[in-house]
């Protein structure tokens, strides 16, 4: 279902189906991480579950780092700088904070904008429970998707072509 609002009819969908191979995944696991930018493959639920979360990107840079030292603030307002640092503790990275965006369930797909606009992963997948998934890579999906457009511009040209222009 989920290919088709992507604007691929039965026909196309099941073009894309036989290419695809099935993989097993295990609860747990992760099978998209947000921010990857190698984004080869869709993904189309057999059976399982999975959920979907976005972490804050501040949490994930390496300058995003808690506080751990004391020190003495010296000069005016606006001018202060920190002098004899004493660290406490070693540095900590700030907790990072993911929030649960969605859930995917068997027939749902995910994956498919990274492989249609060519920009890093925009979340984290992981399954819920021991899952099935079938697998597409890039090269077949926009083969795919491409047919798929140029079947509904052709719908659309031969609608215009029966429209009387006064």
Request: hydrophobic share 40%; aromatic share 8%; glycine share 8%.
């Amino acid at each position: 279902d989920n290919l088709q609002t992507l604007g691929m009819d039965a026909e196309k969908a099941g073009l894309l189906a036989d290419a695809a191979w099935s993989q097993e995944i295990a609860e747990g696991e992760q099978v998209i991480q947000q921010g990857d930018e190698k984004a080869d493959y869709l993904y189309v639920v057999a059976s399982g579950s999975f959920d979907c979360f976005i972490t804050d990107n501040a949490a994930e840079t390496d300058e995003a780092m808690l506080p751990t030292c004391l020190g003495t603030r010296t000069g005016e307002p606006g001018r202060r700088s920190v002098k004899n640092l004493q660290p406490i503790l070693p540095p900590v990275p700030y907790p990072k904070r993911s929030q649960k965006v969605g859930s995917v369930a068997p027939g749902g797909c995910f994956g498919e904008l990274a492989l249609m606009y060519s920009v890093p992963r925009a979340a984290t997948v992981q399954a819920t429970m021991n899952s099935k998934v079938w697998v597409i890579d890039r090269s077949r999906f926009k083969r795919a998707f491409l047919t798929a457009s140029d079947s509904l511009t052709d719908a659309y040209a031969e609608l215009l072509e029966g429209v009387a222009i006064f």
